[in-house]
Every structure is written in C-alpha cells, then in structure tokens.
C-alpha cells in the first residue's frame, strides 16, 4: 500500500496545482458599504493534487477547506496567486469563461438535502449536465443517465421521483451520479459523509473507493473527521486558519505528526478503546478569527509551544522528518 | 436484584413505551425501553439517527410533545414516579434535580438576553429565597467553574456574541449551577469542532465529578461516550439492543447489531480493505413490532427472530444482550425479579 502511495506521489502528473493562493471577503458596514476589515479565508495557500491521487484537506470549522474547494470551481473569489489545472490558469477568472471546465471539475456538496432542487425528478437532475454541456441529446442522455444510476446503486424505479423522496444516503448516491455523469477529471467532495449515520457513511465511503478506482478519478477530499480522511486518502494537508501548517503522506502524518497544532487534532479525538486513549493535549481557547489576522504563524495563539519568533514571522512549509513529501509550516517542530 | 441494591439507583426506567399518533398511522418510537442508571453513575446512550435515544431523555423529563404520548412503563427518580408525578411536581425537578444540556447551544439559549442574567435566572426560579444580586454573583462564579475567560465581562454579552463551544459552556453552566443529581446531556459536543468537543468533555467530566451527579450522555458517537462513561447503552430502532461496561460493548460486543457499527468505523481499519457496512435500512418505526427489530438486516438471524421479540440475556457482569443467539448459553436477566432491567 505505502508503495503505491509512493509511486503516485512521485510519478504521476499534477492535476491541479495551486500556488499561493489567497481568498478574501471584504466586511462592509454602514450606509456607504465601506469595508472595515477583510476575513482571510485563505492566505497564502499551496497545495497539488496528483492524478489519480486522493488529496485529504483536514481543519476545524473556519479554516477555509471549503473556501479552498470552492475557489477551485470559481466559486469564491481568489485575490492573489494561481490555480493552474490541467495546463490551465483559473484564478481570477469567472468560472463561464473557461471552456468545460464543469465537465472537469466537480463538487459534491456537503448537505445532501440542500444541493439538489427539491422540483426536479432524479431523471433531470442527474441528465441536465450532459444536455447543458452537450455531451448527449435525446435518448442518450436517459441511457447515460440511467447507466450512471444503476452504478451508483439506484435503479429505473429511481428515475421519475423527487429528491425529497430519497433518504441522505440516497441523495448523496443521486449527487454522485449527476457529477459523475459527466466524466469530471476532478471531483471536489465537500464534508461528503458528515450528515449521514455511520452506518450510511460507511456504504458511501466505499463507494467512493470502488468509483474511484473504476473510473480513474481523482478526489479532493475536504472533511474534519481524521478517522475518514485516514481511511480514504493518500496524502493529507492540515489547515488552520487559512493556512496549511501540515501535509504529507497519510501514514506519516498520522505516525509521526510534525506540527503542535496536528498533534492536539490527533490527540483530541476520543478512541472508543479505553486502552488506547491517549494523553490529551487540550488545547486552549477557540481558534482566532479569520478577520484580519496578526501576523506570525497562525496557530501561536494556542500553540503550548510557542516562542517570541512565532508571533512575528509566519513559518513556511519545509521538509520535517525523514521523508522528503512530508512538510510543516512551523518554527521548531521538533521542540 | 434484592430491594436495597434497587435503593442504589438513582434513576430506574422500566418498559417505557412512547408512540406519536400521526395522521397516516402509529410510530412506534420506543417499544420495551429499561435500564437503570446507578447514583453518581456516567451511562452512555448510543445508536443512530432516529433509534430513539433523545426521546428517552425527553420520556424522562416528560417533555414529549404531541402527538407523542407515553403510553406505559414506570420511570423511578430517587423514590418519585416521574410518570405520576402531577406537571407542577415534575416542574420542580425539571432544570433542579435532572437537567438537560441541549445539542445546539445556540438554539437553547435566549438570544435577547444577556448571558449572565440566562445563568442567573436559572437559579432564581428553583431557589426563591435568593435575592437578584446573589443569583448575579453565583452565576458568574459558575462561569468562571465552566473556565470562561473574563466572566464578569462574558457575562454582560449576547449568545450571538459567543463561539459554539463558548455558548455551551455557557449551557452547562446554566445546567450545572443548581447542583442537580441527574445531567442529561444530548449530544453536547456534536456541534462543534474535535479540539473543542476534547474541552467540553473534560469539563463536563471534571464538573460532575465535583458536584456527585449522574450523566446520561446521549451520542452517536461512539468515542466520545468511551471517553466519558461507565456504561454504555446500545439502541436501535427504538429498543435497547446491548449494554454493559464500556470496555465490555466497545472490545467484547455480542449484539450483531453493535458489532456491526462498531466495524462500520473507518477509524480502525487499514486504508486498502474496504469498510464493513450493515446491509439494509432502519426499519419503518410505523410497522407493529414483530419479534427483533434489527431481524431483517442481521446477518446472524434466524427464522424466530422475526416472529419472536427476544430477551434479554445476561451474558456477563452487568452486561445484558436483547438477542436469541444467546438463549443457549446465557440466563435471562432478572430471572429471579419481574423486571427485564440493567444491572448496575
């Protein structure tokens, strides 16, 4: 398994390879709309995704994996670095002037009971991608569609209902097929199983698995459960508030975790073996706001590590252990 | 079971049964629920969306709203019967004796009042000698127990001014400050984020254990109630399936049903083998309970098991399966008394 991780990591092709990126949502107020501070939802993030590779984005709530997902798909603003996919630069443009891109790139969303248009039958959910793009037409498109379907576990009984008919479980399979349907190069999948039982969620993450390897695909994978994103992913980047602080390959970052901040993540999440429960470190306070943020490192207000150095220079990504692909964004790790 | 081991319990729930009578039919929400929960005890209630854990604890407060109704079974509090008890009595144990932290912080607190005042008042409606400034004062000592920052300041602010684990530390100190000898807490950290659920747990735990009260956590999590309890309590589709120790349920589960979640975790498993899933889905709640609930998705099940409800089996320390494979090997539980209940 580690060999296979490793030859992805090494040899194939970058898919999408994101430099330096920033997003930033300006806050208004009063009569004249004038802005008095800017949330950095994402500053300064670089991060690549492998063809054929499954990248994890990890972080709490707030730390702008999402933001990150949508900047992708020309859904949030970027004001400042680049996005190159597949050969093409996407930051800073509308997501309609770049050609197919929706044919590449997809986005499953996280609440599966919000993303899809509660008025229209499965039959045109899933097909309305292959007439939009013109990928198909008349009877194709039902032949794809129900093709598509069946793959994901639903069947022609499925076609003509609505999606308040399906369980989440379901819909997230009737999200899934009206991206795949399309034969996206990328698929962005958003908190994909965070509103389904565990029960669902384990159907759904090994459905994942089986399309992936079946179709090729490549996932960005953004979720704040580690024991999901261990399971599911090759490589892993942790994010806090906007910045990655740690990324490498899954096994390394889990083993041998660098920076303090993924060390309390790791440590804080309860084991249901009381023999393994580790020592917590319970960090504290809540994450600082994104709303312009000090400079420094980014995690110096928490860190139970912390020097004078980290509230004034933001550490940058650099090679932390024995493996070359496993990189921290922090002063002095190994203290 | 004799008479003064019963005395130990703190809380004995005994074949509840609570059914919404709906337009297009009966749900059958809790069928034949009983355990008993032992003073100073930290149980845990577990299982999946809609299997009924939340309705338990509001069974227990007597806050099921219609068209739910409670139609049978006995909950024992201390030497009260909670289900006879007339509204005003169960008002003065409500929030004094059993409190209940709510999941969404947020949600239960009032948005237009100032958060100390919430805390404060909490303590004035259940001690009516305690005058506006004593309530004020203790209620900001509370907030500092729950370790907020600041908490004469803190206490001056809006709940839309505070973070989620901010607003439920607020809860529980809101919860907490009448002393009460029962804690409800209904997923109290799904909401929020892991580095602050590991906080919320340790102060929960830390709290309790300086007050002497007795948890019921409810979660569907199955790690955070490993980490907080003594007990766990395993329920699926509005019946109790396993419960024991939780070192017992979580190393040793006998119930297939428990089995099978605890393999559904994608945290033990090696990335490259695929995770296990129960085949099927929870059943339709508004179909009469027939024999075992989890019969049509068990992997293990036998002709009887749709036909027959089984019960429940000692098959070890305090630990209680509701499951025929184990009739051969495994007496009955309280053989010896009428009730089918847990032991503590």
């Given at each position: 398994?580690?060999?296979?991780?490793?030859?992805?990591?090494?040899?194939?092709?970058?898919?999408?390879?994101?430099?330096?990126?920033?997003?930033?949502?300006?806050?208004?107020?009063?009569?004249?709309?004038?802005?008095?501070?800017?949330?950095?939802?994402?500053?300064?993030?670089?991060?690549?995704?492998?063809?054929?590779?499954?990248?994890?984005?990890?972080?709490?709530?707030?730390?702008?994996?999402?933001?990150?997902?949508?900047?992708?798909?020309?859904?949030?603003?970027?004001?400042?670095?680049?996005?190159?996919?597949?050969?093409?630069?996407?930051?800073?443009?509308?997501?309609?002037?770049?050609?197919?891109?929706?044919?590449?790139?997809?986005?499953?969303?996280?609440?599966?009971?919000?993303?899809?248009?509660?008025?229209?039958?499965?039959r045109?959910?899933v097909g309305?991608?292959?007439?939009?793009?013109?990928?198909?037409?008349?009877?194709?498109v039902d032949r794809l569609t129900l093709a598509m379907l069946q793959r994901?576990?639903l069947g022609v009984?499925h076609l003509?209902?609505?999606?308040?008919?399906?369980?989440?479980?379901?819909?997230?399979?009737?999200?899934?097929?009206?991206?795949?349907?399309?034969?996206?190069?990328?698929?962005?999948?958003?908190?994909?199983?965070?509103?389904?039982?565990?029960?669902?969620?384990?159907?759904?993450?090994?459905?994942?698995?089986?399309?992936?390897?079946?179709?090729?695909?490549?996932?960005?994978?953004?979720?704040?459960?580690?024991?999901?994103?261990?399971?599911?992913?090759?490589?892993?980047?942790?994010?806090?508030?906007?910045?990655?602080?740690?990324?490498?390959?899954?096994?390394?970052?889990?083993?041998?975790?660098?920076?303090?901040?993924?060390?309390?993540?790791?440590?804080?999440?309860?084991?249901?073996?009381?023999?393994?429960?580790?020592?917590?470190?319970?960090?504290?306070?809540?994450?600082?706001?994104?709303?312009?943020?000090?400079?420094?490192?980014?995690?110096?207000?928490?860190?139970?590590?912390?020097?004078?150095?980290?509230?004034?220079?933001?550490?940058?990504?650099?090679?932390?252990?024995?493996?070359?692909?496993?990189?921290?964004?922090?002063?002095?790790?190994?203290? | 079971?004799?008479?003064?081991?019963?005395?130990?319990?703190?809380?004995?729930?005994?074949?509840?049964?609570?059914?919404?009578?709906?337009?297009?039919?009966?749900?059958?929400?809790?069928?034949?629920?009983?355990?008993?929960?032992?003073?100073?005890?930290?149980?845990?209630?577990?299982?999946?969306?809609?299997?009924?854990?939340?309705?338990?604890?509001?069974?227990?407060?007597?806050?099921?709203?219609?068209?739910?109704?409670?139609?049978?079974?006995?909950?024992?509090?201390?030497?009260?019967?909670?289900?006879?008890?007339?509204?005003?009595?169960?008002?003065?144990?409500?929030?004094?004796?059993?409190?209940?932290?709510?999941?969404?912080?947020?949600?239960?607190?009032?948005?237009?009042?100032?958060?100390?005042?919430?805390?404060?008042?909490?303590?004035?409606?259940?001690?009516?000698?305690?005058?506006?400034?004593?309530?004020?004062?203790?209620?900001?000592?509370?907030?500092?127990?729950?370790?907020?920052?600041?908490?004469?300041?803190?206490?001056?602010?809006?709940?839309?001014?505070?973070?989620?684990?901010?607003?439920?530390?607020?809860?529980?100190?809101?919860?907490?400050?009448?002393?009460?000898?029962?804690?409800?807490?209904?997923?109290?950290?799904?909401?929020?984020?892991?580095?602050?659920?590991?906080?919320?747990?340790?102060?929960?735990?830390?709290?309790?254990?300086?007050?002497?009260?007795?948890?019921?956590?409810?979660?569907?999590?199955?790690?955070?109630?490993?980490?907080?309890?003594?007990?766990?309590?395993?329920?699926?589709?509005?019946?109790?399936?396993?419960?024991?120790?939780?070192?017992?349920?979580?190393?040793?589960?006998?119930?297939?049903?428990?089995?099978?979640?605890?393999?559904?975790?994608?945290?033990?498993?090696?990335?490259?083998?695929?995770?296990?899933?129960?085949?099927?889905?929870?059943?339709?709640?508004?179909?009469?309970?027939?024999?075992?609930?989890?019969?049509?998705?068990?992997?293990?099940?036998?002709?009887?098991?749709?036909?027959?409800?089984?019960?429940?089996?000692?098959?070890?320390?305090?630990?209680?399966?509701?499951?025929?494979?184990?009739?051969?090997?495994?007496?009955?539980?309280?053989?010896?008394?009428?009730?089918?209940?847990?032991?503590?």
């Amino acid at each position: 398994m580690t060999a296979a991780v490793a030859q992805v990591s090494d040899q194939a092709e970058t898919l999408l390879d994101i430099r330096d990126l920033h997003v930033k949502f300006p806050l208004r107020s009063g009569l004249l709309m004038r802005t008095h501070a800017t949330v950095h939802a994402v500053s300064g993030v670089s991060v690549n995704v492998k063809r054929g590779e499954v990248l994890g984005l990890v972080g709490e709530s707030g730390c702008g994996k999402t933001t990150l997902g949508r900047a992708v798909v020309g859904l949030a603003p970027t004001s400042g670095g680049s996005i190159d996919f597949d050969g093409q630069e996407l930051a800073g443009k509308d997501r309609d002037d770049v050609e197919g891109l929706a044919k590449k790139i997809q986005l499953i969303f996280q609440d599966p009971y919000s993303s899809l248009h509660p008025r229209k039958m499965v039959r045109d959910l899933v097909g309305e991608g292959l007439i939009l793009n013109g990928i198909a037409s008349g009877a194709e498109v039902d032949r794809l569609t129900l093709a598509m379907l069946q793959r994901v576990g639903l069947g022609v009984e499925h076609l003509y209902r609505f999606p308040h008919e399906f369980s989440g479980g379901q819909r997230q399979r009737i999200a899934l097929a009206r991206a795949l349907v399309l034969h996206p190069d990328l698929i962005i999948l958003d908190e994909p199983t965070s509103a389904l039982d565990v029960s669902v969620q384990a159907q759904t993450l090994n459905l994942l698995k089986e399309l992936k390897a079946e179709l090729g695909l490549t996932y960005l994978f953004i979720s704040h459960d580690l024991g999901v994103v261990r399971y599911m992913s090759d490589r892993i980047a942790v994010m806090y508030l906007g910045n990655i602080v740690e990324t490498g390959p899954t096994r390394n970052v889990f083993d041998n975790p660098q920076h303090p901040y993924t060390r309390s993540l790791l440590a804080a999440l309860p084991s249901i073996h009381p023999d393994q429960r580790k020592t917590r470190i319970v960090l504290e306070g809540d994450p600082p706001t994104p709303i312009d943020p000090p400079p420094g490192c980014p995690f110096a207000g928490r860190c139970p590590k912390v020097q004078p150095l980290c509230h004034e220079q933001k550490p940058v990504l650099a090679v932390a252990g024995p493996d070359s692909l496993h990189l921290t964004a922090c002063h002095d790790p190994d203290l | 079971m004799t008479d003064s081991a019963n005395k130990n319990n703190l809380l004995e729930v005994d074949d509840l049964a609570v059914r919404f009578y709906t337009l297009r039919g009966t749900v059958h929400a809790l069928e034949d629920v009983s355990f008993k929960l032992g003073q100073g005890e930290s149980v845990g209630l577990v299982g999946e969306t809609g299997c009924g854990k939340s309705l338990t604890a509001r069974a227990i407060l007597r806050i099921v709203s219609p068209p739910g109704k409670i139609i049978r079974g006995n909950i024992r509090f201390e030497d009260k019967q909670l289900l006879e008890l007339s509204e005003s009595e169960i008002r003065q144990i409500r929030g004094n004796q059993i409190s209940m932290i709510m999941q969404e912080p947020k949600m239960s607190l009032n948005p237009s009042m100032r958060v100390g005042k919430q805390v404060a008042e909490t303590l004035m409606i259940h001690d009516k000698s305690l005058g506006k400034r004593g309530a004020y004062a203790q209620a900001v000592d509370m907030l500092n127990a729950v370790s907020i920052p600041d908490p004469k300041h803190m206490a001056k602010r809006y709940p839309h001014e505070l973070s989620g684990g901010m607003a439920q530390r607020i809860m529980i100190a809101m919860m907490l400050v009448t002393r009460p000898k029962l804690l409800i807490a209904d997923e109290p950290t799904s909401a929020l984020d892991v580095t602050i659920q590991a906080q919320i747990i340790d102060l929960i735990n830390n709290l309790i254990e300086d007050i002497g009260s007795s948890v019921l956590m409810i979660s569907h999590d199955l790690g955070v109630v490993a980490e907080t309890c003594d007990r766990v309590i395993v329920m699926y589709a509005g019946s109790v399936a396993e419960s024991g120790r939780v070192r017992d349920v979580m190393e040793n589960p006998q119930h297939p049903y428990t089995q099978g979640l605890l393999r559904t975790l994608p945290d033990a498993i090696d990335p490259g083998e695929p995770l296990y899933s129960i085949k099927g889905t929870v059943p339709n709640l508004m179909d009469e309970p027939l024999g075992c609930r989890f019969a049509p998705r068990c992997p293990q099940a036998m002709d009887r098991c749709s036909r027959q409800k089984p019960p429940v089996y000692d098959v070890g320390p305090g630990h209680q399966v509701a499951c025929f494979l184990h009739e051969a090997t495994s007496p009955v539980a309280g053989a010896s008394t009428a009730s089918m209940g847990v032991l503590s």
